[in-house]
């Protein structure tokens, strides 16, 4: 089991570390493509789907998934402006108007979840949503823990990067 981990996890971690926890490059690699299918069978028996709403259910999760990634990528390219213009000494109306693109990303963000959400009410069942909901949280942070640890292990073994 430790080094069934150690593959699922070792790609993320490198590019992680070479890009940056929220600047990965576009669209997931093979490793993130395995993590996703995995995360994909989990949600199928923790949910305990059948064909037909397992096949509504991901149509939906991955144009939501979809989605997300791209506003993702679209707020992390405002914040890397931001960034810019910190170095640039950009004037103050320049920055409020990045800073107004970022809100409306968020609030875009916040509404693509919630329709998610409201179209979710179609495939599954309350409960089945709920347990949707806890999944998603608990995933996320195995997967961020599995990530330290394997960083922390990493460290050890070759000494803390310079």
Do not use: C
Not at 47 to 68: C, G, M, P, V
Not at 119 to 144: G, M, T, W
């Amino acid at each position: 089991m430790k080094h069934f981990k150690w593959a699922m996890l070792a790609l993320p971690v490198f590019l992680i570390s070479a890009f940056g926890q929220d600047q990965l490059p576009p669209g997931p690699g093979p490793a993130m493509q395995r993590v996703e299918a995995y995360k994909k069978i989990k949600l199928m028996e923790v949910l305990k789907l059948d064909e037909q709403t397992a096949i509504k259910f991901f149509s939906r999760y991955n144009t939501h998934s979809e989605s997300i990634r791209e506003l993702n990528q679209r707020r992390n390219a405002l914040v890397d402006q931001l960034q810019a213009m910190g170095r640039t000494k950009a004037g103050d109306a320049e920055i409020e108007k990045v800073i107004k693109q970022l809100i409306n990303s968020e609030s875009e963000l916040l509404d693509v979840r919630t329709k998610f959400f409201t179209e979710l009410k179609e495939v599954l069942s309350i409960k089945q949503i709920a347990e949707f909901i806890v999944f998603e949280r608990n995933f996320n942070q195995n997967i961020r823990e599995m990530l330290r640890d394997l960083a922390r292990e990493r460290e050890g073994k070759f000494g803390r990067p310079q």
